[in-house]
């Protein structure tokens, strides 16, 4: 299966951590060692290539990881990187410990700085989708995403006990970039009344005429969730209070969705692509970025697989609709 032209990889994690990183660093390292590879972890992401800074890996240095949240490795969003002496400095990391290609895990970013090696470079890069915001394409879910769902659930089901016993409105905030999509899908599983989402405009009539007509007929509590990238927490709490007179607090749930230990379908997936991109790298596949659809491993080039949309929007606003 060697391919002779692949004697040492390096492994590398950028942009915002999430968890599974780590599960997918050991699936990468185990399997590089398997395959008689020799393994580096880059720390900090492109900045740790333009810093030079690189520990070799073997087996038991990612021993115990399967179960930890963030990244043994450390991740940063390498500013430098962005720029031609700072990629310049980077290749030469990469030549001088005589690495002949690189797993990225990491997001959309991560994933621009994985092609440019590649189509500028013409360095191997391989792409594995880290991030909890589910936003890339050529895969049904991203690592962390699931266990970020999990968290802000756990959190607000908490919210839920005061906001009934205080009988008041809480605006909920998560994180998700630019993307709605953790909002929607948080705003369903913990059966919120109303979701704020980026991709549409927020219609605070609407929204403050079901408080109301809620409230008469003896709703005492509402949870409202909101997508970072549209409506801030604290201007619709506010908005709602000044519309309604109804008192309204707001939550920002932030980092706090980044970190714990990665549930399974996370390590699942963490697993199977780390183990994926080694196969491919071996295969000679090269400036891909790797995924899961409906189970399946699904490999598209690293640049068709940055930003995507989710379509999954009007199906849940209508069933959030429906049962609130
Ligand atoms: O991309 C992951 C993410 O957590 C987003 O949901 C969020 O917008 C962003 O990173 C926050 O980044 P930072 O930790 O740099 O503030």
Redesign the pocket.
Known sequence: MKNSKINKIGVLCS??D?PGMNAAVRAVVRAACFNGLKVEGVMRGYQGLIDNDLIDMGPRSVSNIISRGGTILKTA?SKDFRTQEGQAKAMATLKKHKIDGLVVIG?DGSYLGASTLYEKWRFPTIGIPG???NDLFGTDQTIGCHTAINTALDAIDKVRDTAQSMERVFVIEV???RSGYMAMEVALAAGAEDVIVPEFKPNYKQLCDNIQAGNKKGKISWIIITA??GAKADVVAQTITNMTGVETRSVVLG?V??GGTPCGADRLLSTRLGVAAVEEMLKGNFGVALGVIRDKLNVIPLAQARKRDNDIYQERLRLIEMLR
């Open positions: 942009g915002g999430g969003r997001g991030t909890i915001d994180m998700g970039n970072e990238g980092h969705m980044r």
